[in-house]
Structure formats: structure tokens, C-alpha cells
């Protein structure tokens, strides 16, 4: 029998305001996919682990007749789908769809096939006011290394909001995180926040994909290192259809034929981030752009197998504590680097280990 340990709890009326839940999985170890087909689902502090589906969802399936889904606190270990998209979770609602993933830890999730969207994929209500969020997660080491297995994250509709996640050590074949968001006049209906997308190959093209033509996009303050794409073509580590605003990033150590990727005639604006590349298709705008110039420390959940390490790039390595320098210094060391909690699932007869570390930033 599994222990659970509740890592931290986020009220269902934080999110969905006026509803109630109709089916709670709470405190679960599934190996096997369960049944859900009541209109409000909420999982909380469950563990899915180890099993094939043979259809869309590994682990969760939740079709048409499910309109909002809470996935809180929960981890999926090698949850894989042979027949269908979305290795651990696969939700399609455009009719009256919502979905929040919290505190979740996805690791070893993929089609075993080449299908796409490896480790979920979730469609939900076109309407900025329908959220389609991942927030606080680590997602990690999901790797498909058939032809034509695209997609490891797939989020389509509503408006995106992916703060504090860390997406690092996966591999596939391309256009690896997708957001799809709805648009609306001069609005930001996805906003990529606080987060780490690291050490991710994608083996034909394209990392990070922002695919609504004509919308409004933000990456803010987050750490884009080491990302690589073997196959020589047209897009980029960060590829756009629309107005993308790129703000106080570290964007470091990627391989690819390009950085920023623009398809059409929008503008990719770069803002006070830290790069060693500005490779672009002839859309980029820079401003007040820096080398090297400013720590940036990001603090990520992690689980026992969604670790989230330290992040370095060549002379940029982490710092954990160091005595402040002499005045007599003046070189000032430059770090770009990912904090971690750590949050241990494991059998009662072990120890729960709960370890919180703290991050000090010395010039």
C-alpha cells in the first residue's frame, strides 16, 4: 500500500467558482485507467503508474461529458497510451471544457506508437475566459523516439497559463510544446511564466510552439537552456504565429537552426533577456537586450523521479551560498539557475521525506 503525503491543497472553487466536484479520486494508486464520466472531476494526491491504455489516455480519459478537470498534487510514472494521444492524460471538451493541472509530476509518459502528444494533450472551450493551465509541475524524461511522434505537451484553446513548471530531459520527434491558445484584441491569452524548459531534444524541429495566428503572447522571466534540435530546418527553438513578447529570460546553450522563428508577419520582441544567440527568420526585435548581465533563480516543484536540478550553461554554474565579496572586488559572477523542492511518494514502510531548499542570490 502506497503512503500519501498531501503536498499542499488548492481549494476547487479556486478555479471553478460556482461548481462543485462529481467525481473525486483522492489518495489513490491506480494501475490500471479508471472510468470517469461525471461532469466535474477533481484528482487529488494520486499516483498513476505503469500501465498501457490501448486508446487516447494513459492514465486519464475524460471525453465530452466531462466540462472541468482538476489534476492536483498527483504524479504519473511510465503511463502510456498504444493506441490513441496523450500518454497520461487526454481531455476534449470545445463545447464547455476547463482544465487545471497543479502540482503535477509527469515522468516516462509517451505513446508507444507514433502518435502525438506524448504526455497529455487537452482541448478545451475556445474562450479566453475557459482556462487551459499547468501550473507548479515538472514534467520530465518523456521520450518517443518513433518518426512522427510530435507533441510531448499539447494545450488547445482558452486562455494558457504556465507559471513555475519545469519541463526538462524529454525527447520526440518535434513541436514539442504546443500552446493553441484562443485569441481576443490586444489581450495576453498565453503567458509562459517562472519557468524552466531544459536539456529537451526534439528530434526534426521546434521546441516551444505558440500557434494561434494573430494573437497576443507573453515569455516572461524564464529559463530556456540547452535545447536541441539535431535536424537542420526552418524553425526554431522558439517558433510563434503571432505577437510574441520575450522579457527578462535567460535563453542560453540552445542548438538550432534558428532561436526565434516567426511564421508569419508578426513581431518577436526581446526584452532585457540574457542570450548567447539571436538567430532569427527576419521578425526579431530587440530591445535592451543583455549577455550575461543579471541571475535569474526559478523555484520548481520535484518528486523522487520528476527531479528538478540546478541549471547551468559553460561558465554559468549555480551558487547555492557564498560569503559576500570583498570590497575590494569588482568582478561580479553571473548565474542563471533552477531552485528545488523535493516531494518523495513512497511505500509506508519508508520514510516521507519532505525537503524544502532555499536559494540565496550573491553578487
Known amino acids: 500500500m502506497l503512503t500519501f503525503l498531501l503536498f499542499s491543497r488548492t481549494a476547487w472553487n479556486d478555479y471553478f467558482s460556482g461548481t462543485t466536484p462529481t467525481t473525486t479520486l483522492f489518495s489513490q494508486e491506480y494501475t490500471s485507467r479508471p472510468t470517469l464520466s461525471d461532469s466535474n472531476v477533481y484528482v487529488l494526491n494520486c499516483l498513476f503508474r505503469s500501465f498501457t491504455s490501448a486508446s487516447s489516455g494513459g492514465a486519464l480519459f475524460c471525453s465530452t461529458s466531462i466540462s472541468y478537470l482538476l489534476v492536483e498534487s498527483t504524479s504519473f510514472f511510465s503511463c502510456k497510451t498504444s493506441g490513441g494521444n496523450g500518454g497520461a492524460i487526454y481531455f476534449s471538451n470545445s463545447n464547455s471544457g476547463q482544465s487545471v493541472l497543479y502540482e503535477v509530476c509527469g515522468y516516462d509518459c509517451c505513446t508507444t506508437n507514433s502518435n502525438h502528444r506524448q504526455f497529455n494533450y487537452i482541448c478545451v472551450k475556445n474562450d479566453i475566459s475557459s482556462k487551459n493551465y499547468i501550473n ?5 524524461r518523456c521520450v518517443n523516439e518513433n518518426t512522427n511522434a510530435y507533441q510531448m505537451l499539447y494545450h488547445d484553446k482558452g486562455k494558457t497559463l504556465c507559471p513555475s513548471v519545469n519541463i526538462s530531459n524529454n525527447k520526440n520527434y518535434g513541436d514539442s510544446v504546443v500552446f493553441v491558445p484562443s485569441i481576443y484584441s490586444n489581450t495576453v ?21 505558440i500557434w494561434t495566428s494573430g494573437g497576443e503572447y507573453e515569455i516572461k522571466s524564464c529559463n530556456i537552456l540547452r535545447n536541441s534540435e539535431p535536424t537542420v530546418n526552418s524553425r526554431g527553438t522558439i517558433t510563434t504565429r503571432g505577437n510574441l513578447k520575450i522579457m527578462d529570460s535567460c535563453i542560453l546553450g540552445n542548438k538550432a537552426n534558428y532561436i526565434f522563428y516567426q ?6 520582441t526581446l526584452s532585457n533577456c540574457t542570450v548567447d544567440s539571436t538567430s532569427n527568420n527576419g521578425y526579431l526585435t530587440i530591445q535592451n537586450t543583455v549577455t550575461k548581465s543579471f541571475i535569474l533563480a526559478l523555484n520548481h516543484m520535484s518528486t523522487q523521479n520528476c527531479h528538478s536540478g540546478y541549471d547551468s550553461v559553460g561558465t554559468l554554474t549555480p551558487i547555492i551560498q557564498t560569503p559576500s565579496p570583498s570590497p575590494s572586488s569588482s568582478k561580479k559572477r553571473i548565474h542563471c539557475y533552477t531552485g528545488h523542492r523535493i516531494l518523495f511518494l513512497i511505500r509506508k514502510e519508508d520514510i516521507i521525506s519532505l525537503i524544502s531548499i532555499l536559494i540565496f542570490n550573491i553578487k
Open 189 to 209: 491569452t498565453c503567458s509562459l511564466s517562472y519557468s524552466s524548459f531544459v536539456d529537451n531534444i526534439a528530434t526534426y524541429h521546434a521546441w516551444i510552439i
Open 263 to 268: 511564421e508569419s508577419s508578426y513581431t518577436i
Open 136 to 140: 507548479y509541475s515538472s514534467i520530465s
